[in-house]
């Protein structure tokens, strides 16, 4: 029976039925909640960004664990002095230069404001978030204006020797409102809803318990980090533990959620030493300008652009200040190519000289390297390199060279009884107790009863059904894993007979014998194709002579590619999959020459899983008794997963890539997908009605030409929409419609829209268009997030130590009001694993919890490359893999600087020229319409 629906025009909040079977074959139901439906959806008044709770689940095995967060206190309104509310105050911090001043210095400012600039107003001292907010806990005296304007030095151990005055730093505040500490009480009992308010006052109280770390340690954002545990890793990095905390409303109860965090840091020391080590270099003689080739000058360049250095000799950064200290750590623009035996400047009293004479000349120091480079520091200053030093405790804001991604993950991993620990030890560095902003705002935080417990439920996963010819055709997976073993495909693809193998490797090196391995573990049809080229061999060339032999010989086209790839070939496989995907529309594969020579069956097994569905067969699909809210023949449903991938940080000016990808069958396994470029880091998807006709002509076309399906059966009735990577903040942008369509009878249609990156209405926009009826339900899938599961004793843990797969959260550290919940869908291999958070944010189709939760977990078991359920459902996964693959659809052969990684590959000018939009918009390749049907993506 489907679930209930409420009329077009709405999104209802209705109860609909769990998807059947439950551990054991019985059903088990959770007892009622301490904190119940009715006392968190209390009235009709209360407004939500998504859908309002309809109720809790009930399906699975009930099970208490831990979680990574512990209970506080709100605020109560008699530790406030005389207003009853906390004061929020805008600041702008105006330097002499009026620029904009990093987060550090805005805190040492605002520091040196309230202990020596006005230590009688300031008292007891506010709170800030180094940037535009600042909170008291009472109201300071401005007068009825409600604004005041300071002038504010940094401390004496700033000032200059020499007699120079400090600067002077102007510091205006004023009021902007107040915030009443009772609205949080009433939004975690259900009985305010979610609005700025609310925002608001959970804001000022996560500036209230980080002030003290940032105030004390290196931060980023939500997470400050310590020297006590650090890992040299080489090139001029070191990693720092840290730790994050955030405020979150709990059902019933205000929750600090606290994780450990990782950092990447410069090494302190010598600014010359860490460059060495940076270029795996041993004397300074290599960083000289005819030893440095252009490509690792550009790289150095961009590793240490943004590093705050300070002299280790007492003088200026400049002829102009000549004898004078400069402690103040100086920020490097760039190096310079010429040495400072080359690098000129003009003197003011006439005539030039340059950098290491300045030096020798002026100061009596001559350089023991002038032939080294220099920083470029402010305007015009220039450092001889063996002058400068990094100080300890710099944040590296840049991406990690991917030869150190490994020491990373091998940091940063922590299986979940020491990542548990680490977070209680954590705890006495945070030392809530002793933070006096804590205690003046009136916040107690409960550390001594620890880390909350909560009631969980391990949900019964999906029954999986294989081909006919299988020794048994179906299977359940145990903790997230199954074997294929006696299995065949449920639906293989054609005999393979058209294909050819090319290997980018000498003959000495991949022989015939191991490539007869490879033909035989994939266990293929044999071919006579071969076709071996040298590493840097052109790749188009040499697949496009592959695919002519094929033709020669068999008078028909390849179907597939098999390609062995020598370490390190990651540009080959650029062009490999470009040229497949794009030019050509013949599937590819891929293969690692030293991971398929003399590999294991499992190996080949995993690799035919990608071939099977590259080609259009269906590897395995769930039972339809276990997901009858999709099997329902008079519900037909498509399930839609969307992403968006952002360039890296420091890369500003180049593209974004959206993607959807949809399933076309009845039984969600085959999907098709299409992507995009549009404007850098904007989160929404502007293409999304065309990308949605898309998939959904897909759909309609495999339900009519191979299904067979006749009359409206073709269309889906129900879209369900899985976004993946939109934050809180951004779920109303996804929503928000404007009222644009008109309802008639059956359809809406569509009259116009002002934002067309508005995500719900161009999807309704593309249904009227198509003329299909769908009722549509909105989840946002969230990974980037904090909370973590432990559990309890031995026997509630896999092997791993984690919480076994299909293990749920809807209860004391969800949403007050909306409908939320946590999912651990897969079984844990290293570390400690992280369930994905699902909110749902629309719902015409009226489900229930326990559908949407039994639903989501289904379908993460139908990911198409493993025989192991994944961390997110399988449409979310194909899509942040087709966002990924986007990057390819541009020709190799022009120059195309889409990831702004270090590795400098380009100089600035050629960088600036492919900056445009438009020029990645017109030069982006769309998919060969050959493999636009087929799951090339996988």
């Known amino acids: 029976m489907p679930p209930r629906a409420a009329p077009r025009g709405s999104a209802p909040r209705g109860v609909g039925p769990a998807i059947r079977g439950l551990r054991g074959g019985a059903t088990s139901r959770a007892p009622a909640s301490q904190f119940s439906l009715s006392s968190t959806t209390s009235g009709s008044h209360i407004t939500t960004i998504g859908v309002k709770r309809p109720n809790f689940g009930t399906g699975g095995t009930l099970v208490t664990i831990n979680v990574n967060s512990f209970r506080t206190t709100i605020p109560e309104v008699h530790y406030v002095m005389k207003q009853q509310d906390l004061n929020r105050l805008n600041v702008v911090v105006i330097s002499p230069s009026e620029k904009t001043l990093p987060a550090r210095l805005n805190m040492d400012i605002i520091e040196s404001l309230q202990l020596r600039a006005a230590p009688d107003i300031f008292n007891p001292r506010c709170v800030y978030d180094g940037r535009k907010n600042i909170f008291a806990a009472r109201e300071l005296p401005f007068g009825e204006s409600g604004s005041h304007e300071f002038d504010v030095s940094l401390s004496d151990a700033r000032v200059d020797p020499s007699g120079r005055a400090p600067k002077v730093y102007k510091v205006r505040l004023t009021k902007v409102a107040e915030i ?18 609310v925002l608001t006052a959970i804001t000022a109280l996560n500036v209230v318990i980080r002030m003290q770390p940032t105030m004390d340690y290196p931060f980023n954002v939500r997470s400050f980090f310590t020297d006590r545990e650090t890992k040299d890793i080489g090139s001029g990095i070191s990693l720092w533990r840290g730790y994050f905390q955030s405020i979150r409303p709990g059902i019933g109860q205000m929750l600090i959620n ?97 950098v290491a004479d300045y030096f020798r000349q002026t100061l009596n120091r001559p350089l023991q390297f002038p032939d080294a480079g220099c920083v470029e520091v402010g305007s015009v200053a220039k450092i001889p390199m063996e002058l400068c030093n990094i100080p300890p405790g710099q944040i590296m804001r ?14 940063a991993t922590k299986r979940p009884r020491d990542r548990l620990e680490s977070i209680k030890t954590g705890l006495s560095v945070l030392a809530y107790g002793e933070s006096e902003y804590v205690r003046q705002f009136g916040m107690k935080v409960d550390i001594e009863s620890g880390p909350v417990k909560v009631q969980a439920r391990v949900l019964k996963p999906p029954i999986l ?87 020669a010989l068999l008078n028909r086209p390849p179907t597939l590619l098999v390609v062995i790839l020598p370490e390190g070939g990651n540009e080959m496989y650029t062009e490999v999959k470009y040229f497949g995907d794009v030019e050509m529309g013949c599937a590819t594969q891929c293969l690692k020459s030293t991971k398929c020579y003399r590999a294991k069956p499992q190996y080949f097994a995993n690799v035919c899983l990608k071939i099977n569905v590259k080609l259009g067969g269906i590897n395995t699909i769930p039972d339809p008794s276990s997901v009858s809210v999709l099997t329902d023949p008079h519900h037909p449903t498509i399930v839609m997963g969307a992403d968006v991938i952002h360039p890296a940080p420091g890369s500003d000016g180049r593209p974004s890539f959206t993607s959807l990808v949809g399933n076309v069958d009845s039984d969600t396994a085959k999907y098709v997908a299409d992507s995009r470029v549009q404007t850098s880091r904007q989160e929404m998807i502007a293409d999304l009605c065309e990308m949605s006709k898309h998939v959904l002509g897909f759909y309609t076309r495999y339900r009519t030409h191979v299904e067979r399906k006749v009359g409206n059966t073709c269309n889906p009735k129900r879209i369900i929409f899985y976004r993946d990577g939109v934050s809180e903040g951004q779920f109303k942008q996804v929503l928000d419609q404007g009222k644009p369509f008109l309802y008639l009878g059956h359809f809406y249609i569509f009259l116009s829209i002002k934002n067309n990156s508005l995500e ?19 989840i946002v899938v969230g990974k980037r997030h904090h909370v973590r599961f432990f559990p309890i004793g031995p026997k509630d843990a896999d092997r791993s130590g984690n919480c076994p797969a299909g293990t749920v959260v809807d209860r004391e550290i969800a949403h ?110 769309r998919l060969h319409h050959r493999q636009a049907s087929l799951m090339y993506f996988s």
Not at 184 to 196: E, T
Not at 900 to 915: E, I, M
């Open 816 to 925: 007050p009001t909306e409908f939320d919940f946590y999912l651990q869908s897969h079984g844990g291999l290293l570390g400690t694993s992280r369930p994905a958070h699902y909110s749902v944010l629309y719902d015409e189709n009226g489900f229930s919890a326990d559908a949407l939760q039994s639903l989501s977990f289904a379908l993460c078991h139908v990911y198409a490359r493993s025989t192991r359920s994944v961390s997110i459902p399988a449409p979310v996964y194909y899509a942040d893999i087709v966002c990924s693959r986007a990057k390819n659809h541009y020709d190799p052969s022009e120059v195309w600087d889409l990831l702004g990684s270090d590795d400098a590959s380009v100089d600035t000018s050629r960088t600036r020229a492919v900056d445009s939009l438009d020029k990645f918009q017109k030069g982006f390749k």
């Open 465 to 551: 059904r294989y081909g006919p010819g299988s020794k048994a055709p179906t299977v359940t997976p145990n903790n997230g894993a199954w074997n294929m073993m006696d299995k065949t495909f449920y639906k293989p693809t054609e005999p393979i007979t058209a294909w050819a193998v090319v290997i980018f490797e000498t003959p000495q090196r991949f022989g015939q014998t191991a490539i007869e391995d490879v033909v035989k573990g994939m266990k293929l049809e044999q071919t006579r194709v071969y076709k071996y080229a040298s590493g840097q061999a052109e790749v188009r060339k040499t697949l496009i002579e592959a695919g002519k032999d094929v033709v």
């Open 258 to 354: 606290i994780d450990i965090s990782t950092a990447t840091m410069y090494k302190g020391g010598p600014l010359l030493r860490i460059c060495l080590e940076f270029l795996k270099k041993q004397h300074p003689t290599q960083l000289f300008k005819q030893n440095l080739p252009e490509r690792e000058f550009l790289r150095l360049q961009r590793f240490i652009s943004g590093v705050r250095v300070v002299t280790n000799q007492p003088i200026g950064v400049h002829p102009a200040t000549s004898g004078r200290n400069e402690p103040t750590p100086r920020v490097v623009k760039r190096l310079t190519r010429n040495s400072a035996r080359e690098e000129m400047f003009s003197l003011r009293e006439g005539g030039r000289l340059s």
């Open 398 to 411: 840049k991406q990690i060279p991917p030869d150190k991604t490994k020491d990373v993950l091998e940091f």
């Open 180 to 197: 009443n500490p009772e609205v949080l009480k009433r939004f975690i009992h259900g009985q305010q809803s979610h609005d700025n308010n």
């Open 760 to 778: 719900l209405p161009q999807l309704k926009k593309a249904c009227a268009e198509l003329r299909i009826d769908a009722k549509i339900t909105i």
